[in-house]
């Protein structure tokens, strides 16, 4: 797989984890879009040191050649799944304390499924 | 000192995003638990890719950028790049939750 491939694997991962498994649904949510909005303008300086000092170094046969502030434009797609699914688990283990009945929040039992 | 060059891009990461957990209270890292059992998840994941990526000759890292190179041709900072990104991004998510509590999903 070249890095454009397994880019697009990782997004479809991150995807389906926060809207199959985990059923945290961030990408329909205004907090998750916000807070990638500031992650990315960090992204594109942090990235943009690491790729154009440079640190990391690409094969220009695994990726497509577009650059963003330096960095692959694969890597945008890198930082989205990583936000994602960073997130998605964040989020799905605080619901997890907040039902438990002597964890932290609300504790709650025999409530119906949200 | 071009060999501290990437744990010092990784130090300015944590050093920027410090004030939104001490003082937005973002309660991040006050969440260790929490938090190790989403960066071990990601670790894998990430950590696996990048791996391969390697293994592949996708990327490489200067040497002399770096301190440590582990076996797998991935430099130590790198994995380290896997425990402090996603907390940034779980600082900056918390600290957006703090500004705007009413975006806040009641579930979590």
Same mark, same amino acid.
């Given at each position: ?18 809207? $199959?498994?985990?059923?945290? =649904?961030?990408?329909?949510?205004? +907090? =998750? ?8 303008? =960090?992204?594109?300086? +942090?990235? $943009?040191? /690491? ?27 890198? $930082?989205?799944?990583?936000? /994602? ?8 283990? $605080?619901?997890?304390?907040a ?6 929040g609300r504790a709650r ?6 | 000192?071009? !060999?501290?060059?990437?744990? *010092?891009? *990784? ?24 938090? *190790?059992?989403? *960066? ?9 890719? #990048? ?5 592949? !000759?996708?990327?490489?890292? #200067? ?46």
């Open positions: 797989m070249t890095y454009t491939v397994s880019v697009l694997v990782a997004l479809a991962v991150a995807a389906i984890v926060d809207l $199959g498994l985990l059923r945290t =649904f961030l990408l329909g949510r205004r +907090v =998750f879009w916000v807070s990638y909005a500031i992650v990315l303008v =960090f992204q594109l300086v +942090v990235n $943009g040191i /690491l790729t154009g000092w440079p640190i990391v170094r690409y094969d220009p046969r695994t990726i497509l050649g577009t650059r963003v502030v330096e960095a692959p434009v694969e890597d945008l797609l890198f $930082g989205f799944s990583l936000a /994602l699914l960073t997130l998605s688990i964040w989020v799905a283990l $605080g619901r997890r304390a039902r438990a009945p002597h964890g932290p039992r025999r409530s119906p499924a949200a | 000192m071009a !060999h501290w060059g990437y744990l *010092l891009v *990784l130090a300015a990461c944590l050093i920027i995003t410090l004030p939104l957990e001490l003082g937005l209270r973002t309660r991040v890292y006050a969440r260790w638990q929490r938090l *190790l059992l989403t *960066l071990t998840p990601v670790m894998i994941m990430f950590g696996g890719w #990048d791996l391969y990526a390697v293994s592949r !000759h996708q990327w490489s890292y #200067d040497r002399a950028r770096v301190l440590v190179v582990l076996p797998g041709r991935l430099p130590l900072e790198e994995w380290l790049f896997f425990v402090v990104i996603p907390i940034c991004i779980i600082l900056s998510f918390e600290a957006v939750r703090r500004v705007r509590p009413n975006w806040r999903d009641p579930e979590a």
